[in-house]
């Protein structure tokens, strides 16, 4: 039972590089999120998806792009990586009703150089 | 919009003394709030939800809509509770694609001395 898996787990990126987070779930939740994770600023919503195909900004969605293709599958892209997106970031997801919380994934520790 | 705020970044408190986690928010509605804990290279995890009124690992918080509060408590710290914690609130009634979504507060890091 793997709940949400992301990769990877630390990575430096040069200015200007793209990359892509990788986020899956295997317990067949509607609901994913990425939330970046700042010092003394808490977790900020990036995007969120409520089901395959369907995708929608969050707080701070500037510099980034996600995709749904399928209900395990939520990848963060970053396109032109700048210092200001130096951060953990964290996958999550629930099920329609969060009642229940967010399961989290383990982070992904990012550095822009 | 709604907004969580934990006014202290840090807290520091000894073995066996009581802590208080601090949690306000503003929203218009019917709130549902939340504490989430993350232990040193741990991921995050729900530690309890408002709705429950549940006591979990000794800890305890109640909902004062009168305050707009959602304050964690515990009588007495042990060293294990040393971590980051997390208020958040999720509209309760909100529909549509807000319903799921958990606004957080910034955090309060949470040290028990021995």
């Known amino acids: 039972n793997a709940g949400v898996t992301q990769t990877p787990k630390f990575r430096i990126l040069k200015i200007g590089q793209s990359m892509t987070l990788q986020c899956t779930q295997d317990?067949?939740?509607?609901?994913m999120y990425w939330y970046r994770q700042d010092p003394g600023m808490g977790l900020k919503l990036i995007y969120y998806s409520v089901g395959a195909g369907i995708t929608d900004k969050g707080e701070v969605p500037n510099g980034y792009n996600v995709s749904r293709s399928t209900t395990e599958d939520f990848p963060l892209r970053l396109e032109l990586a700048a210092p200001s997106q130096t951060s953990v970031y964290f996958c999550a997801s629930s099920y329609w009703d969060s009642t229940y919380g967010y399961t989290f994934g383990s982070g992904t520790r990012l550095t822009v150089v | 919009a709604q907004r969580v705020t934990q006014p202290e970044k840090l807290l520091s408190v000894f073995k066996g003394a009581p802590v208080e986690l601090k949690c306000n928010y503003s929203?218009?509605?019917?709130?549902?709030l939340f504490w989430y804990v993350q232990y040193s290279r741990q991921r995050l995890q729900l530690l309890l939800r408002?709705?429950s009124r549940e006591s979990i690992k000794g800890f305890t918080a109640d909902l004062n809509k009168g305050e707009t509060s959602f304050h964690l408590k515990k009588p007495f710290a042990q060293e294990e509770d040393s971590a980051m914690y997390y208020c958040a609130l999720r509209p309760a009634n909100a529909g549509g694609t807000s319903y799921g979504k958990l606004t957080f507060g910034q955090g309060t890091i949470l040290t028990v001395h021995p």
């Open positions: 317990m067949n939740h509607n609901y």
């Open positions: 408002h709705i």
């Open positions: 929203y218009s509605g019917s709130p549902e």
